[in-house]
């Protein structure tokens, strides 16, 4: 079964020392950004290249990930690779966006190529001329009755139910006929984001939201649905939230780290993660905002794409930067949380259960949820500690 569970241990480096988790791998939101474990999958790691518009997971327990040269699947070990060189259906290799509906089938929307369907390890293309409604595929969503909503570039917005393809455009009361982003809401409601605002979709009446109704921005990147049910909308001049009716916006006067945000997600305990262009990745949380970045890690500050996955693992698909992984499996402590001092020479567990750090300004005992440090101050003989029994 892919991505089996992480074993507990105990381990030191020299930047940082890592204690394993006293629970699951979900992630803590109590633990501040830097302290969780950071693992990234770029072309010499297997994956075919290191720009990532898109992640699914199925539920075989596989994850699937879209990028400019092809869809990976990835079993937590390696990756295997469907393209146009050995998948027939696969017409372009760049995935734009990857969905799995209720059924089970995984849907790939493509640049240029169309749509492809996964279906019981058979892939089947739907291009324009089937009636799809453009072959340049960004987004894609599922409604309540089954129908798969599909915005593309330039096309307008598709819908596929029960086997017949119908499209809106600008001429139905579409904003515009580019579409960025696609939800289907659980209260009925279809969001549109498109080139020129925000369309909300109520049975067979379109509206349409502007920076002067509503919006930070006419250019709607992403869209997400959280567990309370408001609807958090991504645009080029920042993030929204629709909530009881009203509009509220967050820009990066309210501390997000860039304006222009390309991917939302919200994990486990309802933090909600934020991918931008150029400001990494943020976290929101009782009104407070963290972010992470490339000097933490991060491959890319470019973040088009965010997935949790059923262990609670957030994935992070980048631009340039490859593929994230954001979990608990160590716990990293570091001299912002206390330890003397972020080179570490020697670990040691007494007896009582106490953690003792050999580091390069002294002597750190972990015990209790924080550290004590001892220096020359207290008695050592030197503060540069090179061993421990």
């Not at 997935?307 to 957030?314: I, K, P, V």
């Not at 490859?322 to 040691?348: I, K, M, N, S, Y």
């Not at 007896?351 to 750090?357: D, F, K, P, S």
């Amino acid at each position: 079964m892919p991505f089996a569970p992480f074993r507990s241990c105990l381990h030191w480096a020299g930047a940082a020392l890592l204690l394993a988790p006293s629970a699951g791998l979900a992630l803590d939101s109590r633990r501040p950004l830097h302290s969780y474990s950071l693992d990234t999958w770029s072309v010499d790691r297997g994956l075919p290249e290191n720009s990532v518009f898109s992640i699914a997971q199925t539920p075989d327990g596989y994850l699937w990930v879209g990028t400019t040269e092809g869809l990976a699947r990835f079993d937590g070990l390696r990756f295997t690779i469907f393209d146009k060189a050995n998948t027939p259906a696969i017409h372009h290799n760049q995935i734009q966006a990857l969905f799995q509906d209720h059924a089970g089938s995984l849907w790939a929307g493509t640049y240029g190529g169309g749509l492809v369907r996964l279906k019981d390890g058979r892939f089947q293309s739907y291009t324009s001329r089937e009636g799809l409604a453009g072959d340049t595929v960004r987004a894609l969503s599922e409604s309540r009755d089954g129908a798969l909503w599909i915005g593309t570039h330039g096309g307008g917005l598709g819908c596929l139910r029960n086997g017949t393809f119908r499209t809106l455009t600008t001429r139905d009361g579409l904003a515009s006929n580019l579409i960025r982003a696609v939800h289907a809401a659980r209260d009925g409601t279809v969001w549109v984001g498109t080139n020129h605002g925000l369309n909300r979709l109520r049975g067979d009446a379109v509206e349409t939201i502007t920076p002067q109704t509503g919006i930070l921005h006419e250019i709607v990147t992403s869209l997400f649905e959280d567990h309370r049910g408001r609807i958090w909308i991504g645009t080029n001049g920042g993030l929204n939230v629709y909530d009881n009716g009203r509009f509220r916006g967050y820009t990066t006067a309210d501390g997000l780290s860039a304006d222009r945000i390309f991917s939302i997600q919200e994990d486990r305990d309802g933090d909600l993660w934020v991918g931008t262009d150029g400001g990494g990745l943020d976290r929101l949380r009782d009104g407070r905002v963290e972010a992470l970045r490339r000097k933490d890690g991060l491959g890319s500050e470019v973040v088009r794409a965010l997935y949790q996955d059923a262990e609670g693992s957030l994935w992070i698909g980048m631009h340039g930067g490859g593929l994230g992984r954001l979990r608990e499996g160590f716990v990293v402590h570091t001299a912002q949380d206390g330890l003397p001092d972020d080179q570490v020479r020697a670990v040691l567990e007494d007896r009582q259960g106490a953690v003792w750090a050999a580091t390069a300004s002294g002597l750190g005992r972990w015990q209790d949820g924080r550290w004590r440090s001892y220096t020359k101050e207290a008695g050592l003989s030197d503060n540069v500690v090179l061993s421990l029994h």
